[in-house]
């Protein structure tokens, strides 16, 4: 699958006679220099030398925070910095990464995001155990803003290896997080950079769709990478307008170009309730949040994905809920002024 995708821009191969590490860690950064210093110290604390590993941050001008100064201050001339210089949007900042590596692997690490003792090391044996994979990716754990832990990702397969089926497998739902990936170069090089249609969510399992279509991925069952989720990330702040059900519904479309004629229409459709589940679960939060417009805008997004019986129940009670909830606001909003009335005359009838 040869790139010829205007929305995803050319990765151009590394120049002969240029010397090229094994590893290139690219970390790109906005607005999280505050948790920067966290992802530097668990990939500084693997770090087998300049000569087989890259590591590079790249800022996509954040205003609020001073990542330059985090990196001087751990970095100490062993990591590179690099800042846009205005802001371009995670898509084009991820493009900027890929575009800078020299290294052979590349694995994209997210400045909010961690990697373990050993991450570096069990996933290059992979590599070198089966060359013909052109990615790998190993179990994360998904911690909170504070670091805590809260849950592990499943179990693809019981032992490390290649997986089987995996285009049919990921085309219906997402099992991965970006941290946990490591690429081949010469996979974006053939294949591009990340879609830029996607605005919030969306393009890595669309990435990880492209080039499992092309190669065979590997798997390290260790759990080995940790997930940061953030009440304020990018996809989050997308939950109020929907776009990050639209931005995977359009994921779902290009996918479905990938997978076999014979299985295509049944996986798609799997994958749009999936989708249309995350977004009810979202729809739920937003109720425990008491924002009943944007927990409305979900289920709409949800319906739109899939008019499953699953989908249309849960999407029902949820409406039941947030007309009790509004009929509850009205009756209080009626009631306070319905107060404030009766204060006022009293006042009145005391003059």
């Given at each position: 699958m040869e790139n010829q995708n205007p929305y995803r821009p050319k990765i151009a191969s590394i120049p002969e006679g240029v010397t090229r590490p094994l590893w290139s860690v690219m970390i790109p950064t906005y607005n999280c220099a505050n948790y920067l210093r966290e992802t530097l110290t668990s990939v500084l604390a693997q770090d087998p030398g300049s000569d087989l590993m890259q590591i590079e941050v790249i800022d996509d001008h954040s205003m609020q925070d001073n990542p330059a100064a985090v990196v001087e201050e751990l970095g100490r001339g062993?990591?590179?910095?690099?800042?846009?210089?205005?802001?371009?949007?995670y898509i084009r900042n991820f493009e900027t990464c890929l575009l800078r590596s020299r290294g052979q692997l590349i694995h994209l690490l997210h400045g909010d995001d961690c990697v373990l003792d050993g991450f570096y090391r069990k996933?290059?044996?992979?590599?070198?155990?089966?060359p013909e994979i052109g990615a790998a990716?190993?179990?994360?754990?998904i911690m909170d803003e504070h670091g805590h832990w809260k849950w592990f990702s499943s179990l693809e397969q019981p032992q490390s290896g290649v997986l089987e089926n995996w285009l049919e497998r990921i085309a219906s739902e997402l099992p991965l997080?970006?941290?946990?990936?490591?690429?081949?170069?010469?996979?974006?090089?053939?294949?591009g950079s990340f879609d830029s249609r996607m605005l919030s969510c969306g393009e890595d399992w669309e990435m990880w769709c492209r080039i499992a279509a092309d190669y065979q991925t590997g798997y390290e069952p260790q759990p080995l990478a940790l997930y940061r989720d953030r009440s304020n990330?990018?996809?989050?702040?997308?939950?109020?307008?929907?776009?990050?059900?639209r931005d995977?519904?359009?994921a779902t479309e290009i996918i479905q170009l990938y997978l076999p004629e014979t299985v295509a229409p049944k996986i798609t459709q799997k994958a749009r309730i999936s989708w249309a589940l995350w977004a009810i679960s979202f729809a739920e939060r937003m109720i425990a949040q008491d924002d009943l417009t944007a927990a409305l805008i979900q289920i709409r997004e949800a319906l739109i994905c899939s008019r499953s019986l699953e989908v249309v129940k849960l999407a029902t009670f949820l409406m039941l809920r947030i007309s009790k909830r509004w009929l509850m606001q009205v009756l209080r909003s009626i009631s306070s002024r319905a107060e404030k009335k009766g204060v006022r005359c009293q006042d009145a009838n005391s003059v």
């Open positions: 062993r990591v590179e910095f690099y800042q846009q210089p205005q802001n371009v949007g996933m290059q044996q992979l590599f070198e155990e089966y990716f190993c179990r994360h754990i997080q970006t941290p946990s990936m490591v690429v081949r170069r010469e996979v974006y090089e053939k294949l990330s990018l996809t989050k702040g997308s939950v109020r307008t929907g776009q990050n059900i995977v519904r359009q």
